[in-house]
Structure formats: C-alpha cells, structure tokens
C-alpha cells in the first residue's frame, strides 16, 4: 500500500521559512515525477514545483527564487524549502507522484493528505 505523509506546515510570519517533507512508503520515489501542489479555500488546486525522475525542476512563477523542490532518495523523502513566504502562499499543501519519470508523461498516481501553510502579515 502507497503512502505519501506530508509535514512540516504551521504558522508563520511573512518573510519567515519553512520545510515540507513527503514521506513515501510502498513506493520508491527515485527516479519517479513527483510534486508539490496547494489549494486555498475557495481556489482551485495550483501545482507549485515539479522535479523529474533525472532532477530537473520547475516552478510556479508565484514561486521562483522563493521556494525549492528537492528529493533524498536515503530517506525515500521529497522536500520543499519555502523562504521569504507571503500571506497568498497560504493553503493546504500536498505532494504526489507518478509512476512516470517524466513529469509531462501520465496522470498522477499518488497524494498525500497534506499539510497547512498558514502566513500572516
């Protein structure tokens, strides 16, 4: 069975940072397509960086220079470092993956439950 655990949200201050993991478990996340993506209430869902089975990336423009999506294959964990946060990156973040390496290849096989962001001004 597929698990995706997200953690590391909470509350804080604009400008202040903080780390997203994405634990897996019954599914090996390397060399796979996997992203982070947020929804805030009353908007639809908005995927927020991507990273392929051979580490490249891409961002939402909302989001670049502020935001890094990285991956430990020792841990079987996906990251996402949020510096300088703003009020409108408040949402529920969650991750997922493909079965796919590549990020333009396939649907989205796997979600976590997801983690709060929440940033005030």
Known sequence: QVQLVESGGGSVQAGGSLRLSCAA???ILSGKCMGWFRQAPGK???GVAIIDGDGDTAYADSVKGRFIISQDN??????LQMDNLKPEDTAMY??????????RVGLWDYWGQGTQVTVSS
């Not at 020792?74 to 990251?79: A, E, I």
């Open 25 to 27: 478990s019954g599914y």
């Open 44 to 46: 639809e869902r908005e």
């Open 74 to 79: 020792t841990v079987n964990t996906l990251y």
């Open 94 to 103: 969650h991750c997922a993956v493909k079965y796919a390496a590549y990020c």
